[in-house]
């Protein structure tokens, strides 16, 4: 019987620089900040509003009856809601191992051996989507202020019998699972204002109207994974049992370039094309993220 050594971190991340976690203080702290952040940012308008009703007319007392107004037009609510579905292209870079190192073993000792899928596969191949919601609030029409969250989880799992040197059938089964759960604060800049909420008529009109946006983003994320591999000519002669898992609280900015194409009056299409930097597992969570959502403001 050919026993193999034991090499459980070399294949996934023995190569990896290991740096430390953001302790639980700064984490709790940048939370905090993006909380009080998105509070006075949203009481500014509110404040605005009620110094402005304090304000009095010369020439007119107080106590003389009010002259009778136009009706005041319908104000428009503010507050929106933005579901969104994000592709993203992280590097996975300690996933190359599994390239470089695992296949390769495996190929050897059975040539018809094909390579296991892991989330880098996935991520290929354009089918990594994260669900996205916002809640936000209009500034002004050169500007808008959200909170976003999401959660997304997978797991790719490959199993093969294949015919080995030793003309033995060998038995692999590879598991791989990766998790992350973020919420973070937003500010779009619209530098030629917002599109204007009214209805439109015809596709033309609606793309006239569009207006570029810059995003940027912070985002605060809980990341973990589990990997899994077995490889044996029969059950009891397994020569490779190994099980790897590993968390991390991850700290991002993103900064994008999108547009808002408006629908109607309540909706708009809202697209944006951007890159994440992480302050720690950058060989992992950096990499390229495409948006598309529907942006619905309130009545």
């Not at 009620?50 to 009010?66: C, F, Q, R, Y």
């Not at 997304?152 to 590879?174: E, I, N, Y």
Request: with cysteine; aromatic share 12%.
């Amino acid at each position: 019987m050919m026993r193999v050594a034991r090499t459980d971190p070399v294949f996934i991340t023995s190569s990896m620089p290991a740096i430390a976690t953001p302790p639980f203080r700064v984490r709790f702290f940048l939370l905090l900040l993006m909380g009080c952040s998105w509070a006075a940012l949203c009481c500014l308008p509110a404040r605005a509003e009620e110094s402005a009703k304090k304000l009095t007319v010369p020439g007119i007392d107080a106590a003389d009856p009010a002259p009778e107004l136009a009706p005041e037009p319908e104000h428009e609510s503010p507050w929106f809601v933005l579901p969104a579905m994000i592709n993203v292209h992280p590097k996975l870079e300690s996933e190359k191992l599994i390239e470089e190192l695992f296949n390769p073993a495996m190929r050897l000792l059975a040539p018809g051996f094909r390579d296991v899928r892991t989330i880098a596969s996935l991520r290929d191949e354009y089918i990594l989507w994260t669900p996205d919601l916002a809640i936000g609030r209009v500034m002004s029409r050169h500007w808008a202020a959200y909170i976003h969250l999401g959660y997304s989880a997978g797991k790719v799992r490959t199993k093969s019998q294949d015919t080995s040197m030793f003309l033995m059938p060998l038995h692999t089964d590879f598991e791989i699972y990766r998790s992350a759960a973020y919420i973070g604060l937003c500010a779009d800049i619209f530098p030629w204002g917002m599109p204007e909420r009214r209805q439109y008529h015809g596709l033309w009109d609606r793309l006239r109207h569009t207006k570029p946006l810059i995003g940027l983003r912070v985002t605060e994320t809980y990341a973990s994974y589990k990997a899994k591999a077995k490889c044996g000519f029969t059950d009891f002669t397994r020569f490779l049992n190994l099980e790897l898992s590993d968390r991390w609280w991850v700290t991002t900015f993103n900064a994008n370039l999108g547009a808002d194409i408006p629908l109607n009056k309540q909706n708009a299409l809202a697209l944006n094309a951007g890159y994440n930097v992480a302050c720690t597992q950058g060989f992992d969570f950096d990499g390229a993220a495409f948006t598309v959502g529907w942006k619905h403001y309130f009545k």
